[in-house]
Structure formats: structure tokens, C-alpha cells
T-cell receptor, first 112, second 116 residues
Framework: GEDVEQSLFLSVREGDSSVINCTYTDSSSTYLYWYKQEPGAGLQLLTYIFSNMDMKQDQRLTVLLNKKDKHLSLRIADTQTGDSAIYFCAESSRGGGNKLTFGTGTQLKVEL | GAVVSQHPSRVICKSGTSVKIECRSL??????MFWYRQFPKQSLMLMATSNEGSKATYEQGVEKDKFLINHASLTLSTLTVTSAHPEDSSFYICSASGLAGADTQYFGPGTRLTVL
């Protein structure tokens, strides 16, 4: 079945850039997503990218997709303490209306 | 737009009782709703997919007689945990898709279930 992997933990200093990485195995993935989860809360959609795109930027967020290597990254510029959360990447083979396969989640800790 | 609510946010019940969790799409019609379960410090596990007016499709290993799902309208889906036991204690999250022009899943805030 599909597999989505992430590193478990990332620590950065406030003001630095954070880069969260994700690898996936499903070559038929058409949409890839980044979600943010704060403690005790649901998931907040941050951004998504269609598989025929290489990059998408939205304010402080930049998503890079290397389809050949099946590698997705999320860069957060000027990381703030409010960015501390768990970040999940997810893939879908037919848009979000179909099932999502989630990564293991990356805990981002922003230190002063 | 794309707001999904869940009720209750937190529930504590005795072993053997049933608990109903509601998931509502507040500002769009959700043709499909999904129910997930999340254990502490783990990722989300899809339990079932429900389309309005149809029977839910359950993932392998999820007991459909224990986790009853009803998707009676385009804005409401319910998950009922029947005869709950302590091992059913978990964080249950729903999501909804069907927003016009997009096919992305929007998540509710989750329901923390504790079975004593």
C-alpha cells in the first residue's frame, strides 16, 4: 500500500527558516497536502500542490515537489513560536475527495 | 469558508455505554465525510468514508457494528461508538469534502473520547 514518511522532530530558532521533508511511494499521487495540528486540535489545511507543479508559494510557506524522487518539502520562512505544532503531509491519488494517506507527522519546536 | 464542526469536543463515558459524535459542515455541502482516529503522538488512521445517503465504506480492521456511521444529509455525519470500552478511548476527527471548485478535505476540531 501507499507509504508516506516524515522525520519525527525538528527544532529551529525563532526567525530562522524551517524545512519539513516528506517522502511518499505512490506514483499515482495527484495531490499532496500539508496540514498543521496544534495540541488537542484538529488539522488545519496549510497548502496543497498538484502533482504537475514543482513549486507553490503562499506568503511564508513554500512547497517544493520533486516528483521523480517522490519528495515533498514545506519551507516556513521567518519561523515564529506560533508555528510550533505537528505538521502532516498527505497524499491523494484522486484529489482530497478520495482517501488521504498521512505521513507520520513532524513535531516542529520553535525556540527563542 | 470551509468550516467543519464536531460535537462534543470532549466526552467521558462509562464502559458499556454508547457515544454519538456529530460532524457538521457549516458553510458548504459535504458530499463525502471521513472519520479518523488518532492515538497520542501518532498519525491519523482512516476508519471509514461516508457518502451522503449511502452506507459507509469501512477500512480493513474497523468493526462496522461497533462504529456506526450515518451520513443522512449533506451537512451532517454521525459516528456512534457502541458498547464503548477503555480501548476505544482516542481522539476522533472527521473531515468533509465537496466544497464547490475544490476537492480538498477540511477537518473538524476533533472529539476526545475517554471510556472509564
Amino acid at each position: 500500500g501507499e507509504d508516506v514518511e516524515q522525520s519525527l522532530f525538528l527544532s529551529v530558532r525563532e526567525g530562522d527558516s524551517s524545512v519539513i521533508n516528506c517522502t511518499y511511494t505512490d506514483s499515482s499521487s495527484t495531490y499532496l497536502y500539508w496540514y498543521k495540528q496544534e495540541p488537542g486540535a484538529g488539522l488545519q489545511l496549510l497548502t496543497y500542490i498538484f502533482s504537475n507543479m514543482d513549486m507553490k508559494q503562499d506568503q511564508r510557506l513554500t512547497v517544493l515537489l520533486n516528483k521523480k524522487d517522490k519528495h515533498l518539502s514545506l519551507r516556513i520562512a521567518d519561523t515564529q513560536t506560533g508555528d510550533s505544532a505537528i505538521y502532516f503531509c498527505a497524499e491523494s491519488s484522486r484529489g482530497g475527495g478520495n482517501k488521504l494517506t498521512f505521513g507520520t507527522g513532524t513535531q516542529l519546536k520553535v525556540e527563542l | 469558508g470551509a468550516v467543519v464542526s464536531q460535537h462534543p469536543s470532549r466526552v467521558i463515558c462509562k464502559s458499556g455505554t454508547s457515544v454519538k459524535i456529530e460532524c457538521r459542515s457549516l458553510d458548504f455541502q459535504a458530499t463525502t465525510m471521513f472519520w479518523y482516529r488518532q492515538f497520542p503522538k501518532q498519525s491519523l488512521m482512516l476508519m471509514a468514508t461516508s457518502n451522503e445517503g449511502s452506507k459507509a465504506t469501512y477500512e480493513q480492521g474497523v468493526e462496522k457494528d461497533k462504529f456506526l456511521i450515518n451520513h443522512a444529509s449533506l451537512t451532517l455525519s454521525t459516528l456512534t461508538v457502541t458498547s464503548a470500552h477503555p480501548e476505544d478511548s482516542s481522539f476522533y476527527i472527521c473531515s468533509a469534502s465537496g466544497l464547490a471548485g475544490a476537492d480538498t478535505q477540511y477537518f473538524g476540531p476533533g472529539t476526545r473520547l475517554t471510556v472509564l
